[in-house]
């Protein structure tokens, strides 16, 4: 049963606006969130992480929000750039273990 | 560069063949992974090691072998494989300490694997 759903499989955004992507999970004993981004004939590269123990996350133009109650979490980025285009890897993991669980991708298309 | 090497980068085999993915992590880490991603699925874990002990086998069929000589290397020995097993292969690392000082996962660049 999928831990980890990214329910959009992809999304269009125009360059300088902003870029929201969505995640949900259903383990309550994941504590640590992560996305990644992958780019066609490469691996997932890390991108920005949240701990259970905060509700947002800032790393320049990336931003995750975490709502525990909603067991949701999303990524901001803002402004968009067309180099941001990739699929973005939503992930968790739970503090007795440390294998990550992704959810399924979704594809961004920044367009100029 | 991730300080995770993956090799061969494309591999196509008969279903008859043997064959190994082989990785290499530079990063100092103690727990190495096994993903495969199809189209349209997400990453599933394969096999995780730690420690150079395997830890976790995700219920994958006996055709996929792992080996962990070291904590910075890992193979995945292929053999009598079926098209449907064509995918990515990713390579990945961690530190892992309990809780305490984890790092996130490093991945390598995948072996595009096509099972003919």
């Known amino acids: 049963d999928q831990q980890v759903k990214q329910n959009s499989p992809s999304l269009s955004v125009q360059e300088g606006r902003i870029s929201i992507l969505n995640c949900d999970y259903t383990?309550?004993?994941?504590?640590?969130f992560l996305w990644y981004k992958k780019y066609p004939a490469e691996g997932p590269t890390f991108l920005i992480s949240?701990?259970?123990?905060?509700d947002k996350n800032e790393d320049g133009r990336f931003t995750v929000f975490l709502n525990k109650s909603a067991k949701h979490l999303s990524l901001h980025i803002v402004p968009s750039q067309p180099g941001d285009s990739a699929v973005y890897f939503c992930?968790?993991?739970?503090?007795?273990?440390?294998?990550?669980?992704f959810g399924k991708g979704t594809s961004l298309l920044v367009t100029p | 560069e991730t300080g995770v090497t993956q090799t061969p980068r494309h591999l196509v085999m008969g279903m008859t063949n043997k064959k190994s993915l082989k990785c290499e992590q530079h990063?100092?880490?103690?727990?190495m992974y096994w993903y495969k991603q199809s189209a349209k699925k997400p990453l599933e874990l394969m096999f995780v090691?730690?420690?150079?002990?395997q830890t976790e086998n995700n219920s994958v069929p006996s055709r996929f072998s792992p080996e962990c000589p070291n904590s910075s290397h890992l193979f995945l020995h292929l053999h009598t494989l079926q098209p449907e097993d064509s995918a990515l292969y990713l390579c990945?690392?961690?530190?892992w300490g309990g809780g305490r000082g984890d790092t996130e996962a490093f991945f390598g660049q995948g072996t595009r694997l096509t099972v003919v």
């Open positions: 990945a690392s961690s530190h």
């Open positions: 383990n309550s004993m994941f504590d640590y």
């Open positions: 949240i701990s259970s123990i905060k």
């Open positions: 992930a968790a993991k739970g503090n007795s273990g440390y294998a990550l669980n």
């Open positions: 990063l100092g880490h103690n727990a």
């Open positions: 090691y730690n420690f150079k002990e």
